[in-house]
T-cell receptor, first 113, second 116 residues
Framework: GESVGLHLPTLSVQEGDNSIINCAYS??????FIWYKQESGKGPQFIID?????DKRQGQRVTVLLNKTVKHLSLQIAATQPGDSAVYFC????????????FGGGTRLMVKP | NAGVTQTPKFRVLKTGQSMTLLCAQD?????MYWYRQDPGMGLRLIHY???????AKGEVPDGYNVSRLKKQNFLLGLESAAPSQTSVYFC???????????????FGPGTRLTVL
């Protein structure tokens, strides 16, 4: 597959440990924040989103935390598995027509067996 | 459902050549997008469309044109390719949904374009 993010920050975790991926956003007017997962050679895949009036949302093995005071978003993955190895992007949705997203730079998660 | 498909998967162009990338979706989505992704960076929006016959500029529209003649197709054109347009191009689509709601964008597998 293509090289997605040759110079991405990398998080390396042991299989079974919890992972925390962080993201800083810029637009206080964004009304949704979203996490995407991108495996090598594939398009991004939706993981979870959170509305701006919430500070926590849980999914299956994933939790997203939103701190609007410091404009910070995090994705927590419980019991990280080898299949979680990928590049993770946060994105913010503009509060306008068109559902436009602005993506962050991404973090590469490597899971060691 | 095939979801979002893109053709071609790979293409090599010489500077100055033109080409069209095709995106197709079979989910009856109103909104469609074209992004580019460069190494070390997230996706950047080139152009988007909120419905058949309408298009709008995104963050990095220069050097590209688009057309949405049919609801299921969104074409991205490069009239005169430049090395700076070497990138991986992704198409995405989603339902319009309620105003203010977020509706998941579904992405295609990407097109790797190299301009020599």
């Amino acid at each position: 597959g293509e090289s997605v993010g040759l110079h991405l920050p990398t998080l390396s975790v042991q299989e079974g440990d919890n992972s925390i991926i962080n993201c800083a956003y810029s637009n206080s007017a964004s009304d949704y924040f979203i996490w995407y997962k991108q495996e090598s050679g594939k398009g991004p895949q939706f993981i979870i989103d959170i509305r701006s009036n919430m500070d926590k949302r849980q999914g299956q093995r994933v939790t997203v935390l939103l701190n609007k005071t410091v404009k910070h978003l995090s994705l927590q993955i419980a019991a990280t598995q080898p299949g979680d190895s990928a590049v993770y992007f946060c994105a913010e949705k503009h509060n306008n027509a068109g559902n436009m997203l602005t993506f962050g730079g991404g973090t590469r998660l490597m899971v060691k067996p | 459902n095939a979801g979002v498909t893109q053709t071609p998967k790979f293409r090599v162009l010489k500077t100055g050549q033109s080409m069209t990338l095709l995106c197709a979706q079979d989910m009856n989505h109103e909104y469609m997008y074209w992004y580019r992704q460069d190494p070390g960076m997230g996706l950047r929006l080139i152009h988007y469309s909120v419905g058949e016959g309408t298009t709008a500029k995104g963050e990095v529209p220069d050097g590209y044109n688009v057309s949405r003649l049919k609801k299921q197709n969104f074409l991205l054109g490069l009239e005169s390719a430049a090395p700076s347009q070497t990138s991986v191009y992704f198409c995405a689509s989603n339902y319009r949904g309620a105003l203010g709601a977020y509706n998941e964008q579904f992405f295609g597998p990407g097109t790797r374009l190299t301009v020599l």
